[in-house]
């Protein structure tokens, strides 16, 4: 069982990470296996929108994007944490985001997806928000916590101090753990869910 963790922060001492961490802890002592990565630095153009995806099965430019699809897509779950800027999640983590989901084919129903949000002190449920959208156009349960998934920090460190949020971190995590097995029992015995074929409609006719 396996985990992909996306940091989305290009700070050296992120705020984030100190949140995923801690999800980490709880990955190990369930025996789930981590894969991470932190994309906040790295140099992510956006979507040009040329649909040559849809005749390659992934993107034409051929970076990070390409790179994370292949972990995706061996893992069992998806956490992406976010810093939040101007109440959003960061834009180069858009960028990779809108580019995996958009040019990946692969199916990506029952894979757990999970988001966290780090803010100095607004905006975190709203990139909360913006997060899952890409899991729940894909057929992927969302793991929560008690509360919305956040941690609050400004400083470098400072989320280590956020004691309610560091709280939400390893409830979503071991909610995580708790779906991805039981969806791993459920496949063995019921299978994955029927899935029709899409009908693309665009409310004009
Ligand atoms: C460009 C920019 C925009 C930001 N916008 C917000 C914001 O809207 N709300 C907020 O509370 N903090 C905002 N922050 C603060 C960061 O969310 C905060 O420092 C957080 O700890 C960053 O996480 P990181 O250390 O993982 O990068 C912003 C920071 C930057 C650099």
Known sequence: MKVLMINGSPRKESNVQLGLDEMIKVFESEDIEVEFIQVGGKDIRGCIACGRCSELGKCTFDDIVNEVAVKFEEADGLVVGSPVYYASANGTLVSLLDRLFYSTHFDKTMKVGCAVACARRGGTTATFDELNKYFTISGMP????????????????????????????????????????????????????????????????
Do not use: C
């Open 142 to 205: 969302v793991a929560s916590g008690q509360y919305w998934n956040a941690v609050h920090g400004a400083a470098p460190g400072q989320a280590s101090e956020d004691a309610e949020g560091l709280l939400q971190m390893r409830t979503a995590a071991r909610n995580m753990a708790f779906l991805m097995k039981s969806i791993a029992l459920g496949k063995e015995r019921f299978g994955l869910p029927e899935r029709e074929q899409g009908v693309f409609t665009n409310f004009i006719r």
